[in-house]
């Protein structure tokens, strides 16, 4: 190695490598990573990850380590998946935390979002930088909340989708979930038997699913163009036990009559054959040309209270969805306007604020940044006006966000995020502290999926 005398090894880096220990990272980037002196820059590490044949897989993890972010490794796989470490290797991809105690999860999980106001501080100020070169620099201090825990920690999953692939015994009539990348044709499917985050009755519809398309003489369709007729089982139930399953077929070049009659034979065996004991209260047969309800409450009280709502207050909103935060809010607000570009989520919107008796919410399908002028235009310039902002992984696109920054009524903007360190989510943070002068306040993370690495955080902008 061309590092000529090692560093001592520092408290801090000692708790990174034994995380790295627990959490299966490669013992040759333990060594690696103990002897890298803390000025070696990313090019370095490649080059020296590089000359000393090192797994690339430690090299992602090295800015992680250095913000102190330990929580969200990839997990090492061995490169053969045998009938006996099947489960466990399929653990380790779908839920790689599964290890841990879920104390030690949610600790791990504040230190990520730790890390992320750490990512946008440095951004803010190298934007404040370039914009204002010779002004004062801000500190920036945003407390974090303690990480608010799910409810449920195991079989919390209320939708699942199943996937068709050749499992470990050879067969392509698996169903269950991929270990590897359909792109580099490593893909193995491993059925969900024992993954701890799926409920009983999902493991036993996707088990029967697979018994039935096994028998089939039709074959699966693992890529839209190879023939092949089955595709995904997806599996939805509610809290009080009701079952609905969704059997995704592609027709090819099959006539109507032919996959009618599939459909039947399909419907027929959950009926009345071997899947009845499923018990699905509804099997949808569809041809083709959050997941945990008690977090989400959570997430979404949390939203709610960090709002600080008052009976005064109009609610902004945008990407509604179905409505779900603005009908929660109904009662706290004065009224709620509703933004989505999803004309079909705008009108199931509308009818679940009919269904829950909610008469002050309006929901209007759009561009949010061709919306929301016109919006704010006829509630008047005095309405006092709260944002809550709830997009997908991506964020929200810039002119969205400068809109939200022109709309000088807008005092407090609740931003849900359940990907706040992707680049362009960040950018985000940026834009609405840099152009429309809000300051980040606040942070609280819900841990809505327990043993994975996800976390969504609830931020608190102010002017």
Not at 25 to 52: G, M, Q, V
Request: proline share 5%; hydrophobic share 35%; charged share 20%.
């Amino acid at each position: 190695m061309a590092f000529s005398t090692p560093p001592p090894i520092s408290a801090k880096k000692k708790a990174d490598l034994s995380l790295c220990k627990d959490l299966a990272i490669p013992a040759e980037f333990h060594r690696f990573y103990s002897e890298l002196p803390a000025t070696a820059t990313t090019k370095t590490l490649t080059r020296e990850c590089n000359s000393e044949e090192i797994s690339s897989i430690g090299l992602s993890h090295v800015p992680a380590l250095r913000l102190g972010f330990t929580c969200q490794p990839e997990p090492l796989l061995s490169p053969i998946v045998t009938p006996e470490n099947q489960h466990e290797r399929l653990a380790d991809v779908v839920t790689p935390l599964w290890r841990l105690p879920y104390e030690e999860q949610l600790q791990h999980k504040y230190n990520w979002a730790l890390s992320v106001v750490k990512q946008f501080t440095t951004k803010l100020r190298l934007s404040e930088r370039k914009s204002r070169p010779t002004s004062r620099r801000s500190n920036y201090f945003v407390p974090v909340n303690q990480v608010k825990a799910s409810p449920l920690t195991e079989e919390y999953r209320n939708k699942d989708e199943f996937n068709i692939r050749t499992g470990v015994d050879g067969n392509p009539k698996t169903v269950g979930f991929f270990i590897g990348s359909p792109s580099k044709g490593n893909t193995v499917c491993v059925r969900g038997t024992n993954l701890i985050n799926i409920k009983p009755s999902h493991k036993q519809a996707a088990q029967a699913y697979e018994d039935y398309i096994r028998i089939s003489d039709l074959p699966a369709c693992h890529d839209l163009h190879d023939g092949g007729h089955w595709r995904t089982f997806i599996v939805r139930s509610t809290s009080s036990g009701k079952l609905m399953a969704t059997a995704v077929f592609h027709p090819q070049n099959m006539e109507h009559d032919a996959v009618e009659e599939e459909a039947l034979k399909l419907r027929e065996y959950f009926v009345h054959g071997a899947g009845a004991q499923s018990n699905l209260s509804s099997l949808y047969f569809q041809p083709c040309r959050n997941v945990n309800t008690q977090a989400a409450s959570v997430l979404y009280e949390t939203a709610l209270k960090l709002a600080n709502l008052t009976y005064t207050t109009t609610l902004l909103d945008v990407c509604c969805g179905t409505g779900t935060i603005g009908i929660l809010a109904s009662r706290y607000v004065r009224g709620v306007v509703g933004i989505d570009i999803v004309h079909d989520a705008v009108k199931d919107a509308e009818h679940n604020a009919t269904l829950n008796h909610v008469s002050n919410a309006e929901f209007i399908s759009g561009r949010a940044e061709k919306v929301i002028p016109g919006v704010i235009r006829g509630l008047g310039m005095s309405s006092e006006i709260v944002a809550v902002v709830n997009p997908g992984r991506s964020g929200l696109h810039e002119s969205v966000i400068h809109a939200l920054c022109e709309t000088k009524q807008i005092q407090q903007l609740v931003y849900i995020s359940c990907k706040a360190d992707n680049a362009n989510t960040m950018q985000n943070f940026v834009q609405l502290c840099h152009e429309g002068n809000f300051t980040l306040r606040k942070i609280s993370p819900v841990d809505l999926f327990p043993h994975t690495t996800h976390t969504e955080l609830v931020l608190l902008f102010k002017r």
